[in-house]
């Protein structure tokens, strides 16, 4: 368990030192984890809903600030190039994320050719209901992507490294609350990047 929890702290770090400079990434980041950790409650009552806040408002805000603010230049810090830094990423970097943000983006489709979705949904009456199921469609899709990439790191890595990569993505909302909360305040102060002077794994 030891090694587990470690293993953890070196992967959250290298998330933070890697992709978190920017303030306003940062920023929003606090404010996807807000929104999925709301998600989160929601998914017991219901789960529709919860889907619609985690995709649309949860990450659509959290990989905003990876493409949009995130700077793709040579990190100083880390001294090291974008490029590498894509390739060792250990989750889903930028080329796998527009993939799995095609594949969200499209998938209402699969109503329009089959609205009950080879029978495990009534026929669409009304939008309130297409949304619904493709709300449904969604929650699917983010678990089937965190399920995929845990089991494809277990072939790539280790079995340890694929868990402990699942543990840091359903945890991150708890973590990203504590870790990004003053971003906004800094924002505001016009620090629009992270000096990074921490060198200690979080």
Same mark, same amino acid.
């Given at each position: 368990?030891?090694?587990?929890?470690?293993?953890?702290?070196?992967?959250?770090?290298?998330?933070?030192?890697?992709?978190?400079?920017?303030?306003?990434?940062?920023?929003?980041?606090?404010?996807?984890?807000?929104?999925?950790?709301?998600?989160?409650?929601?998914?017991?009552?219901?789960?529709?809903?919860?889907?619609?806040?985690?995709?649309?408002?949860?990450?659509?805000?959290?990989?905003?600030?990876?493409?949009?603010?995130?700077?793709?230049?040579?990190?100083?810090?880390?001294?090291?190039?974008?490029?590498?830094?894509?390739?060792?990423?250990?989750?889903?970097?930028?080329?796998?994320?527009?993939?799995?943000?095609?594949?969200? *983006? /499209?998938?209402? &489709? =699969? #109503?329009?050719?089959?609205?009950? $979705?080879?029978?495990?949904?009534? %026929?669409?009456?009304?939008?309130?209901?297409?949304?619904?199921?493709? *709300? /449904?469609?969604? &929650? =699917? #899709?983010?678990?089937?992507?965190? $399920?995929?990439?845990?089991?494809? %790191?277990?072939?790539?890595?280790?079995?340890?490294?694929?868990?402990?990569?699942?543990?840091?993505?359903?945890?991150?909302?708890?973590?990203?609350?504590?870790?990004?909360?003053?971003?906004?305040?800094?924002?505001?102060?016009?620090?629009?990047?992270?000096?990074?002077?921490?060198?200690?794994?979080?």
């Amino acid at each position: 368990m030891r090694e587990f929890l470690e293993a953890l702290k070196v992967q959250r770090w290298d998330d933070h030192r890697y992709y978190h400079h920017n303030r306003i990434n940062q920023s929003l980041h606090f404010i996807s984890a807000i929104s999925f950790l709301c998600a989160y409650v929601l998914l017991f009552i219901d789960p529709a809903m919860a889907a619609l806040i985690g995709w649309l408002v949860a990450m659509v805000s959290r990989q905003a600030g990876h493409f949009f603010f995130e700077p793709k230049g040579y990190d100083e810090v880390n001294q090291a190039t974008h490029e590498h830094k894509e390739k060792i990423k250990v989750g889903y970097n930028l080329k796998r994320k527009v993939v799995l943000l095609t594949i969200w *983006a /499209l998938s209402p &489709l =699969v #109503l329009y050719f089959d609205p009950t $979705l080879l029978g495990i949904f009534d %026929l669409s009456s009304n939008p309130i209901e297409f949304v619904n199921h493709t *709300a /449904l469609i969604w &929650l =699917v #899709l983010g678990g089937a992507a965190v $399920l995929f990439r845990t089991v494809h %790191l277990f072939f790539l890595k280790d079995v340890q490294t694929g868990l402990v990569w699942m543990t840091k993505i359903l945890t991150d909302p708890f973590h990203d609350v504590k870790l990004y909360c003053k971003a906004p305040l800094y924002v505001m102060r016009g620090e629009l990047m992270d000096p990074m002077r921490s060198k200690q794994v979080i």
